[in-house]
């Protein structure tokens, strides 16, 4: 069974950082696209960042220029990098991926973001 686990969330006050990551563990296929989601309260999922397995960047609009992702496919981690925090960006964080070969896709069970003064 495969999981993804998240960690590094918390508070943090508007303008400043935090780093996310996420580890892939149990009977891990070859990862393909790997990506951060995020969902704020009364509000849809919606993609942060996503990169593919040669390291191609997508970013969502809100987060560009601030938000930094990155992987290592031999650790099968992946983790965002988040500088000049606003209070927008509270959400709960989720790591996503894709299998190369199954396309079956995985979820973690996310990780809490405040950005608070």
């Known amino acids: 069974q495969v999981q993804l686990v998240e960690s590094g969330g918390g508070l943090v006050q508007p303008g400043g950082s935090l780093r996310l990551s996420c580890a892939g563990s149990g009977s891990i296929p070859i990862l393909n696209r790997m990506g951060w989601y995020r969902q704020a309260p009364g509000k849809e999922r919606e993609l942060v960042a996503d990169?593919?397995?040669?390291?191609?960047?997508n970013y969502g609009d809100s987060v560009k220029g601030r938000f930094t992702i990155s992987r290592d496919n031999a650790k099968n981690t992946v983790n965002l990098q988040m500088n000049m925090l606003k209070p927008e960006d509270t959400a709960v964080y989720y790591c996503?991926?894709?299998?190369?070969?199954?396309?079956?896709?995985?979820w973690g069970k996310g990780t809490l973001v405040t950005v608070s003064s």
């Open positions: 990169i593919s397995r040669g390291g191609s960047t």
């Open positions: 996503n991926a894709d299998a190369l070969v199954s396309r079956l896709n995985y």
